[in-house]
């Protein structure tokens, strides 16, 4: 009788799919967010964090926007949410593959001996 290896599939990650979709994510969370800090104010110390690392002439805390300035601001913290959240997508895909493979790898040797 032979011994039967035993076989686990793990599940591996589409690099592109998943950067595409953590961007898509990343981009929502920032318009909801721009456009609530825009109307009400909410959020000021966040965004002045956020514009530290993503400099905006149209910042969310800067007074005295005009309506124009106020969307093309959204628009800008939207690109860059959107951007940032692509780039961890991929490195968070990429490493995540290959951590799952250096484990396949590791239990395909131990079953072998």
Do not use: C
Not at 31 to 44: E, N
Request: proline share 2%; no cysteine.
């Amino acid at each position: 009788m032979s011994a039967q290896k035993n076989t686990t599939t793990l599940f591996q990650l589409e690099i592109r799919a998943f950067a595409l979709s953590l961007g898509l994510v990343f981009g929502l969370m920032a318009l909801i967010i721009s456009i609530w800090s825009r109307s009400t104010g909410f959020a000021d110390d966040f965004w002045k964090v956020y514009t530290s690392l993503h400099p905006t002439p149209f910042g969310a805390f800067t007074l005295g926007l005009e309506l124009w300035q106020k969307v093309f601001g959204v628009v800008i913290d939207v690109v860059y949410a959107i951007l940032d959240g692509v780039i961890l997508g991929a490195v968070w895909g990429f490493l995540y593959n290959l951590f799952i493979s250096k484990r396949v790898k590791v239990s395909d040797e131990t079953l072998d001996e």
